[in-house]
């Protein structure tokens, strides 16, 4: 009652933030526009890579799957689930593995972004606790969250509802949290960098709005896609409203008002969603439908625009640059040789780590090729290679070396919130790299197959190809490196000089406005200027630390000066053809396979620990299972304790479960086991381009119109996309049903729509 009569303060208050946004966003994509444009004319590219960038990484894969324990919080009891990460990175779960199997539709589909991965219950609870001030529960009282075992994985949201998930190992538990990580951290980076125009215009909006109301620096918050980082930015202020009039007004033990409070933030993050997907959109439209007639003028009026924001830019570094000058000299310059060197020490770690790894995979492909023999182990292992960037485990190590990232005293001297937006971005460099030095590999001896005569010459082959492809990436490595420094010491400097500098000169800059022709303020911005002249102002001497760093080849960074001449002419040509297959191109076979079968041979990047087929303790009707056209989204009603095993709420109930699971598989009668280390996986769509980005997603817990599952028409029924949280689901059967429209707000049909 208390959320129904605060709708619409909700919605007013949301309106009135995404109306003060969409304003910054209309003013900022005029001016992304023009510097797009004006990149696109005069071209400004730096360093050629050296190493090749696949296009598609993970078509035809999962990253990984598997069986872990869920807590379901509708009836209080943890239940096993068959838990699949496809190639989008969102986490979908399945009843069973059987229900996976036969194409049925998922009970839980959840896009990370935002989340924080706990492995302790004490680290979770101090989290809650937190969350609501003045509600702990007293010592001795139950608390909010019991696990059955000491291997617990839990999902944390600011906002968003929380996944209480454990395992039976400590091994199972290290394992899960590294795909678990690396799906926050995909689902994190979910502006598309792809788009020169729209996501600098949104990213240079949302700095604009937090600025505008005195909040500068780094933003945990600043992840997902648009509608999640906008979703965020509306609850970052609504959130305290609702705090202060909800609040006292929770009944009940400590506990029961926490988890009410997790509901109700839960239940407001979904409407915030729903408005904020419309109105963003909107916005989004309009100036679509202007850009015609906005790029015909810069095209036209290029110059003129030009020399009008140099005018504007001499008037505006007059009046600034003595005052940013001094600021810098005295609370900048001194600090950035510490902030360089904290930066470059974690993040070069990763990267030979990376280099490290990337060697040691390819060495000992080579060894047991030399001792197992020829091109078919060479296929093998190529297979497994080819996705070693997208192997959460054995990236693991690479990933690590930036938890020693800290900035210890100048995090509170240049308000830097958190360290976490610097680590994330390292990481994801470091994939890059890792998979851009394994596709310039496999490309390299792919080329090389035809012209070698037995083992001896391949091994020398893979030999003389490694060694190549380790001096592309110790140059590209460094390339890459210094664009982050520089990068990461903009974001940490620039808005500690923005704020040092508004008391003297923002309110200043209104007089300003008047230097711009009214033809181009659409693609000249005072504010932005300003900005410009102030990042000048320290950028010599951010360069200049990074050169220095170079010229001193600290940490095997190379100087600028330095080109690699590029001794393989023709490799990026190789890059553009068809992505190899090494399974398919090498197995022999010379038909293709169903679709059916090449579903269930799908690769898996990751092996699996402990995979339970079959019966799960938690047993459903058989052809309940095979009838999701049952409109029921709960869980099914607990069965009769005579006759089926209540759910397991201990340690030892959970084992004897899982026993009996493994016993189970014998009598499956199903006959759709599987190869214990090659679990299913589900085919891409054709019509849906296989990219690792997760679109338009769903905030991990509304569940918006656009973003349920609907059914998708074609033999295959339950396929993946790249649709926000994990998979399109449909009912199995020999006809599908006719495609949703985009905004339909009607669930698959069994679904229990879960984000």
Known sequence: PCLTQLCSPIAEKTGKVLGEFCRCYKEQYGVALFNSVRYEIEGNGGP????????????????YSGNLFQYIEENKKWRNRFCVVPHNYGLVLYENKLAYERDLPPRVLVNSAGYKILTSVDQYLELVNSSLPGVTPKSGHSPILKCPTDFPLILWHPYARHYYFCVMTG?????????????????????????????????????????????????????????????NLVMEELLPELRTTIGPRLKGKAQERQRTWIQISDAVYRMVYEQTKAQYDAA?????QERPQMESTIRTDMDQIITSKEHLASKIRAFVLPKAEVCVRNHVQPYISSILEALMTPTSQGFAEVREVFFKEVTDMNMNIVNEGGLEKLVEYM??????????????????????????????????????????RAQIHMRQQMDDAVYTFE???????????????LCKSIQRILERVLKKYDYDSSTVRKK??????????????????????????????????EDFASFILVENTYEEVVLQSVMKDIMQAVKEAAVQRKHNLYRDSMVMHNSDP????????????????YSGQPEAEPAADKRRRAKQVVSVIQDDEGVLPYKVDAEALLQPGSPELREPEEPDPGVLPSSPDGVEEIREALAKESLGDADDPSGARMPQAVPASPLPRADVPSEARVLHAAPASPTPGAET??????????????????EEVAPPGGECSPPQPADTTESGEGVQTEF
């Open 484 to 517: 982050f420094f520089r990068e990461a010491l903009l974001q940490i400097t620039i808005p500690f000089l923005l704020k040092k500098l508004a008391p003297t000169c923002k309110g200043e800059l209104a007089k300003f406005q008047e230097l711009i022709f």
């Open 284 to 288: 989004m439209a309009k100036c679509e």
């Open 48 to 63: 050629q890579a050296q190493l090749l960038h696949r296009k598609v990484p993970l078509e035809d894969h999962v990253i």
């Open 171 to 231: 091994k199972e538990q290290e394992k899960w949290r590294a795909v678990f990580q690396d799906c926050v951290r995909h689902c994190n980076n979910g502006i598309s960098e792809d788009s020169k125009v729209e996501a600098p215009a949104f990213t240079d909006a949302v700095r604009m709005y937090r600025q505008s109301k005195e909040q500068y620096g780094t933003w945990d918050m600043l992840c997902g896609n648009e509608t999640q980082v906008l979703s």
């Open 570 to 585: 023709n490799l990026h040509l190789l890059g553009e053809g068809i992505p190899i297959d090494w399974g398919e191109e």
């Open 709 to 726: 599952p609907s059914p998708s028409a074609g033999m295959a029924c339950h396929q993946s996309s790249d649709k926000e949280t994990g």
């Open 443 to 457: 490309t390299l001896l792919h080329q090389e197959l035809g012209k070698l005569q037995g083992k001896d010459d």
């Open 383 to 424: 297979e497994k290679l080819s996705h070693l960037a997208f192997h959460p485990v054995k990236m693991q190590s690479c990933y690590e070396k930036m938890d020693q990232l800290k900035l210890e005293g100048l995090q509170q001297r240049f308000d830097v919130s958190s360290t976490s937006v610097f680590k994330q």
